[in-house]
């Protein structure tokens, strides 16, 4: 794909363009890079460059009760928040599209969105405060999860509306006139349509919250920790080479994963392309 | 009655009724589980702010506005989430230019860099900061070995230290808005405008920006009302001299052990936050470009 109108029209201001964005990349590149680089030393502290090659610190961390449980319990957090934030924001997205008056479509629409722009610390006090006025939720993972789904709800209602806003709005009348009741439109019309919207959303969403710390750092019971909370605190003593190993292992996957995934759904959509074409010239 | 009146006289009566019902039922079922579950974790916890804010003996909130590290970090935080806003966003706008005009190894690169980016941890990012600026770090290693620098550099947990790693955390939040609109925007208009002899300043100010400033407008939003809350970067990174309102709070209610003034705070904080983006997004329709 080249994109030589624009090409053209920014004539000679495109050079600096593409050296102010490939020093930015740095600014992406370098920080993971020394990250991933600090964690092969051989020393038991962390020195860059790195002293030898050695996968010690990797070991290290993979026989760690302490760092394996915090990445079971991140896993877990992560995954119940996103069945909770995937349901909610496909729920909204739906009804955006049901709803005719403009004035109510822009307050859902804010209301969705709005949760993006809470402030992670604040919103984590007045939990913590609603912890002290709950036996119930002490001790428990409970209070964590809902929040940590609040804060991601924005990610799935934004891509789960953006699958919407490309379907065919045809469909939906075309289905309820035919006598399909609301609840096997959505069944049968609209959720085939954006079930790999949902599940963007919910990639996004389970990387959102395996990601958040500062919710953790309130909301944990007494020895549980997430594993970015157990980043921060090891951040916080004398770094060691494990920290950086657990950070590259975790960056690692999720390269693994997302990757994986953006290949697979991209491949999907190749497919589905080429099949529309086919039954357009046949 | 003849054949056709029977067949559509109760067809219609019958679909008329249901389909204005159906359709209440149907954003009714729709809408409430979301809305209760906002109003649960969004009224929850303010009211419970509210309740522990006024628990105190004195005005928890005419306090904390008194208080002079509060005040200062107020200013500080606003300062530093405009800095970032506006580098984010002149950085940013080049930075979809460039994957949209450079040529492949560019774009691969710079999609690179923004996926890394997106797909590890804030976390992990600020650990690979701290690392580059740590006195005998990265950066001192790179400085060193060019000779321009023999005594460790005194960087760390400094103002300067912070800028860098916050507009390499936030950047993305901006590239990706623009990014869609630069891809997405009419081409023809570029050609009508190069066809009538328009250089590429010209262009670039009657055509380009005008298509993008929606998008450079979105992004520059959410980047500014996230930098609010910032917490994480600064504190690893800039130290206790640049405590961000985030910071204030924490130690507030871990070490002072004024959890009212702590409360109020809080809500100082989201009630800022969330005011300036509704604010915001009635004035630029911020929410429509998202959802």
Redesign the interface.
């Given at each position: 794909m080249t994109?030589s109108?624009?090409?053209?029209?920014?004539?000679?201001?495109?050079l600096p363009?593409?050296v102010?964005?490939?020093v930015?990349?740095l600014?992406?590149?370098?920080?993971?890079l020394?990250?991933v680089a600090?964690s092969w030393t051989e020393t038991s502290y962390?020195i860059?460059?790195p002293d030898g090659f050695s996968l010690q610190s990797y070991s290290g961390v993979l026989n760690d009760w302490e760092w394996m449980d915090a990445f079971k319990v991140s896993l877990r957090v992560a995954g119940l928040g996103t069945v909770?934030s995937v349901?909610?924001?496909t729920?909204?997205?739906?009804?955006?599209t049901?709803?005719r008056s403009r004035t109510a479509r822009?307050w859902?629409?804010?209301?969705?969105?709005?949760p993006?722009?809470?402030?992670?610390?604040?919103?984590a006090?007045?939990?913590y405060?609603?912890s002290?006025?709950a036996e119930a939720l002490q001790d428990n993972l409970a209070l964590l999860v809902?929040?940590e789904?609040?804060l991601a709800?924005?990610y799935v209602?934004?891509m789960v509306?953006s699958g919407l806003s490309q379907a065919d709005p045809a469909l939906r009348p075309v289905a309820?006139t035919l006598g399909a009741?609301?609840p096997m439109v959505?069944w049968r019309v609209d959720l085939p349509m954006i079930v790999g919207h949902m599940l963007a959303g919910a990639v996004f969403a389970f990387?959102v919250i395996?990601?958040e710390?500062?919710l953790s750092?309130f909301l944990t019971p007494i020895g549980v920790k997430t594993l970015?909370l157990q980043?921060?605190t090891a951040?916080?003593e004398e770094?060691s080479p494990q920290?950086?190993a657990a950070?590259t292992l975790?960056?690692m996957l999720?390269?693994a994963l997302?990757?994986g995934y953006s290949l697979f759904s991209n491949r999907r959509a190749a497919r589905a392309r080429r099949l529309s074409r086919k039954a357009a010239t046949a | 009655m003849t054949m056709e009146q029977a067949l559509a006289a109760p067809a219609t009566t019958r679909r008329r009724r249901p389909?204005a019902d159906?359709?209440a039922?149907?954003?009714r079922w729709?809408?409430w589980?979301?809305l209760v579950?906002?109003l649960?974790?969004?009224a929850?916890?303010?009211v419970?702010?509210v309740?522990?804010a006024l628990s105190g003996e004195g005005n928890a909130f005419a306090e904390s506005l008194r208080m002079e590290v509060f005040v200062d970090s107020v200013w500080r935080t606003l300062l530093l989430a405009a800095v970032v806003t506006v580098a984010t966003v002149v950085?940013g706008t080049?930075?979809a230019?460039?994957?949209?005009?450079?040529p492949v190894w560019?774009k691969a690169?710079?999609m690179?860099?923004?996926?890394?980016?997106?797909?590890?941890?804030?976390?992990?990012?600020?650990?690979?900061?701290?690392?580059?600026e740590l006195p005998?770090?990265?950066l001192f290693?790179v400085l060193e070995l060019l000779h321009l620098r023999s005594e460790p550099i005194d960087f760390y947990q400094s103002t300067a230290a912070m800028y860098?790693?916050m507009?390499?955390v936030m950047?993305p939040f901006a590239v990706l808005p623009v990014l869609a609109s630069?891809i997405g925007f009419d081409?023809e208009q570029?050609?009508a405008?190069?066809v009538f002899g328009?250089?590429?300043?010209l262009?670039?100010g009657a055509?380009?920006l005008p298509a993008i400033r929606q998008a450079m407008i979105s992004g520059g939003v959410?980047v500014f009302?996230?930098s609010?809350?910032f917490?994480?970067t600064p504190l690893?990174l800039g130290g206790p001299a640049n405590m961000t309102?985030?910071g204030i709070?924490?130690g507030q209610?871990n070490t002072a052990n004024r959890?009212d003034v702590?409360?109020a705070?809080?809500?100082l904080?989201?009630g800022g936050?969330?005011a300036?983006?509704?604010v915001a997004?009635r004035l630029f329709k911020?929410?429509?470009r998202?959802?």
């Open positions: 994109d109108p624009l090409r053209r029209s920014l004539g000679w201001y495109r363009i593409l102010v964005a490939l930015t990349s600014l992406f590149y370098v920080p993971f020394v990250v600090t962390i860059f460059p909770i349901a909610l924001g729920l909204g997205a739906l009804a955006l049901r709803l822009s859902v629409r804010t209301l969705f969105i709005v993006m722009a809470i402030p992670p610390v604040a919103y006090v007045g939990l405060s609603v002290l006025r809902l929040g789904a609040l709800v924005p209602f934004v509306s309820s009741a609301w959505i990387a395996f990601d710390v500062v750092v970015p980043m921060l951040s916080q770094l920290l950086t950070s975790v960056s999720a390269v997302l990757g | 389909m159906g359709a039922a149907e954003r729709l809408l589980p979301p579950f906002f649960l974790t969004v929850g916890p303010v419970a702010l309740q522990q950085v080049c930075y230019f460039a994957i949209a005009v450079g560019v690169l710079l690179g860099g923004l996926l890394i980016s997106l797909w590890t941890s804030v976390m992990v990012r600020t650990i690979g900061w701290m690392l580059l005998t770090g990265a290693w860098p790693a507009i390499a950047l630069v081409r570029l050609k405008a190069t328009a250089g590429p300043l262009t670039l055509v380009v959410l009302v996230m609010l809350g917490y994480v690893l309102m985030s709070i924490n209610l959890a702590g409360a705070m809080s809500l904080l989201v936050t969330v300036i983006y509704l997004d911020v929410s429509e998202w959802g």
